[in-house]
């Protein structure tokens, strides 16, 4: 997992202004699943963005838009599920 400061260091610097809107600092979570190490040169990134306050969105979506702001986690959970199924 990446902290802020990780990600800081790292050049991250649309990460966290997405999330200084939060209650929570953001985070990066990468999951492994049982042999990673041993695919070889084969490799699969599954990516997806979990928000769970995004203050940008809120300028940038007309009125009508606002309430799919609700789906903005929906990547990052199906995400999950995809490594939860694999594994």
């Known amino acids: 997992m ?4 990780d990600m800081e ?3 991250m610097g649309c990460l966290l202004g ?5 209650g ?3 985070r990066l979570i990468g999951i492994k699943l049982p042999g990673w190490e ?3 040169d084969r490799r699969l990134a599954i990516v997806g963005k ?3 306050f995004d203050s940008g969105g809120i300028s940038l979506k007309p009125g009508e838009g606002m ?3 609700k789906h903005d986690k929906s990547g990052a959970a199906a995400v999950v599920a995809a490594a939860r199924t694999v594994a």
């Open 50 to 52: 979990g928000v769970c």
């Open 18 to 22: 997405v999330g200084q809107g939060g």
């Open 38 to 40: 041993s695919g070889g």
């Open 2 to 5: 990446l902290e802020p400061a």
């Open 24 to 26: 929570h600092p953001p």
């Open 9 to 11: 260091r790292l050049g």
């Open 67 to 69: 309430g799919d702001m």
